[in-house]
């Protein structure tokens, strides 16, 4: 069966940092990009982050600077290293699976539970 | 403000068509770049419904379908079940900002 399993959620202070993992089982990880994608309460998804096949990375303005996706392929596992955080930061993050390297698909295919963010004082 | 732009609620009654529009710009779904569409029921994660504007993954019925013509996109469900009330959401690519971009969502009612 194909799964993503997020963890590392919590509550921190603003300007902390926090780091979220994805776990991928049931597909062979290296061969797809994957993604950060976060949803407020209430609110809409936002796209926060993108890894490629080659390790190539993507961020939207709101979180470059500050977040930092990677992947290690040995361990099937994406991160999420979350810097500076901000009220506005505060969201589910869920770790969603890409397109298929070398395909031209730019959909996320596969999705997590989430992982819950609170950014506070 | 999302880059691609969709309207807050439809609604309709069971066993009616509704249709749910997705309205970007020539940075992406005008810049030739595929719209996928998402389910979302309440206190779940996004489900891929549509991608590559019309293509159902397996496991999802034929009366969802999905279409794109020039700078916009729709979703149609017909023969509509309560089942299908949910937040709807469509995505893209834009080329300028190098963002995966996604419509500000929509909730469907099924009256």
């Known amino acids: 069966e194909v799964q993503l399993v997020e963890s590392g959620g919590g509550f921190v202070q603003p300007g902390g940092s926090l780091r979220l993992s994805c776990a991928a089982s049931?597909?062979?990880?290296?061969?797809?990009?994957m993604h950060w994608v976060r949803q407020a309460t209430g609110k809409g998804l936002e796209w926060v982050s993108g890894i490629g096949t080659a390790g190539e990375t993507y961020y939207p303005d709101s979180v470059k600077g500050r977040f930092i996706i990677s992947r290690e392929n040995a361990w099937n596992s994406l991160d999420l290293q979350m810097n500076s955080l901000r009220a506005g930061d505060t969201a589910v993050y869920y770790c969603?699976?890409?397109?298929?390297?070398?395909?031209?698909?730019?959909?996320?295919?596969?999705w997590g539970t989430g992982t819950a963010v609170t950014v506070s004082s | 403000q999302s880059v691609l732009t969709q309207p807050p609620s439809v609604s309709g009654a069971p066993g009616q068509r509704v249709t749910i529009s997705c309205t970007g710009s020539?940075?992406?779904?005008?810049?030739?770049?595929?719209v996928h569409w998402y389910q979302q029921l309440p206190g779940t994660a996004p489900k891929l419904l549509i991608y590559?504007?019309?293509n159902r993954p397996s496991g999802v019925p034929d009366r969802l379908s999905g279409s794109k013509s020039g700078t916009s996109a729709s979703l149609a469900i017909s023969g509509l079940q309560a089942e299908d009330e949910a937040d709807y959401y469509c995505?893209?690519?834009?080329?300028?900002?190098?963002?995966?971009?996604f419509g500000g969502g929509t909730k469907l009612t099924v009256l």
């Open positions: 049931g597909f062979t990880f290296s061969s797809y990009d």
């Open positions: 590559g504007n019309n």
């Open positions: 020539s940075s992406n779904i005008g810049a030739g770049y595929d």
């Open positions: 969603a699976r890409g397109g298929e390297g070398g395909s031209r698909r730019l959909d996320m295919d596969v």
């Open positions: 995505q893209s690519y834009d080329s300028s900002l190098r963002n995966w971009v």
